[in-house]
């Protein structure tokens, strides 16, 4: 997806630069929205973060590079407002294979500990089993990705059979299946986060159709929780507390917080500069054995992590632009009269982008450049979705008044 997104954003700078020749306003215009301020806001003061509290010319480049999915939005942005029409409807199929395929390895994976060729394995054994990576190299990377498209299907599945009358016909089988093997690839990736977020939003999504589909949903959900914790499975120990690995996760995410937090007390406004919060945790990790001794990495929080490094104006732009995006694909899909596509991308959208924001409570997902690739080209998509709609609405206004 990296290579693509950088072939596409070479596409599109070339498309805006050849409209913005012929008439600059119409190209800009497309990329004129409330949710461009908080996105330019959050760049600038990384980069003044990176100016004033970067020395190393190696470190700055490397926060630069960060920011490489401002110019991968507007140019995903920017192709899907001027190109989208809902004929791209047809490769709705390609999408279900593609997590029907992922979801079928990942249980030959989990079963056999199968993966493609690489100098070293990174699976990670479980007694009999293994932790599901996907094609990805952590767990964690593949439960972001496959939980977004999961929840993104799931969206667009359900926007097709919004109606009465198609509800009461049923999902379509091919797509059940497909979301049956997404479903089982998250469970096996063995990440408790998305375990917990895929219950929250899964009921939501249900329920929101018909509250009997959500409320029964809950109730199964409720009780493969209790057959799964009292099991002496893998699964029983993922949700015990008790195995020396799960307590060693837990205290080493109650120490990353806790240290990641005097670093924002230390320096609330600007940070300590793009990733620097990881490299200077042992300073305020003090004698925590839970950091010095294991892995140091990012905050495990989304917001934390962007506190600590950058700062709380940067944080604040961050929450300003996630939730615009959440609004607008709420609203596009409360909208009547959108086509049954329109409004399936759109609840995609939603559920997908709550997953996301749950698993960043626990994790930093924004921070995963794959999982990042992923939010990015979704929040593109909704722009560009609501968008449209907005012009479609004024001209509406216009024509009637």
Not at 193 to 209: D, F, H, I
Not at 254 to 277: C, D, M, R, S, T
Not at 376 to 398: E, S
Request: net charge neutral; aromatic share 14%; hydrophobic share 50%.
């Amino acid at each position: 997806m990296e290579i693509a997104g950088f072939v596409l954003l070479v596409v599109c700078a070339g498309l805006f630069v050849n409209e913005a020749i012929n008439d600059g306003l119409i190209a800009l215009n497309r990329l004129r929205s409330a949710s461009a301020l908080p996105i330019l806001g959050y760049t600038a003061v990384t980069l003044i973060s990176i100016t004033l509290m970067l020395e190393h010319a190696a470190d700055q480049l490397s926060a630069l590079r960060e920011l490489k999915w401002v110019l991968y939005f507007f140019a995903f942005a920017y192709f899907f407002e001027r190109y989208f029409n809902t004929a791209w409807g047809r490769y709705l199929p390609v999408f279900a294979a593609v997590i029907t395929v992922v979801g079928a390895f990942s249980i030959g994976q989990f079963l056999f500990g199968i993966e493609y060729p690489r100098p070293e394995s990174v699976l990670e054994r479980w007694g009999d089993y293994f932790r599901v990576t996907g094609f990805f190299n952590v767990p964690q990377s593949f439960a972001g990705n496959l939980g977004m498209a999961v929840f993104f299907m799931l969206g667009m599945t359900l926007g097709q059979h919004r109606e009465a009358v198609s509800v009461s016909m049923g999902l379509p089988w091919k797509y059940l299946v497909t979301l049956a093997l997404g479903a089982s690839g998250l469970v096996l990736s063995l990440t408790r986060a998305a375990w917990v977020a895929s219950a929250v939003v899964g009921v939501l999504a249900l329920g929101r159709v018909r509250k009997t589909w959500g409320l029964l949903l809950l109730l199964c959900l409720m009780g493969l929780a209790v057959l799964g914790n009292g099991s002496q499975t893998v699964f029983g120990d993922r949700f015990s507390g008790e195995i020396d690995r799960n307590q060693q996760s837990i205290a080493h995410r109650e120490a990353l917080w806790e240290a990641n937090w005097e670093i924002v007390k230390v320096h609330p406004w600007l940070g300590v500069g793009p990733w620097q919060n990881v490299k200077q945790l042992p300073v305020y990790s003090g004698q925590d054995q839970s950091i010095t001794s294991s892995y140091i990495g990012h905050a495990h929080n989304n917001v934390l992590q962007i506190l600590a490094s950058q700062g709380a104006f940067a944080a604040v732009f961050y929450l300003w632009f996630c939730a615009f995006f959440l609004w607008a694909a709420y609203s596009v899909s409360e909208r009547e009269n959108v086509d049954c596509l329109v409004r399936g991308l759109a609840l995609g959208s939603l559920y997908s982008q709550l997953y996301f924001h749950l698993l960043g409570l626990v994790d930093s997902p924004f921070f995963d450049q794959e999982v990042k690739n992923m939010i990015v080209f979704i929040w593109a998509l909704t722009f560009a979705l609501y968008q449209r709609q907005a012009r479609q609405l004024a001209d509406h206004v216009q024509t009637t008044g």
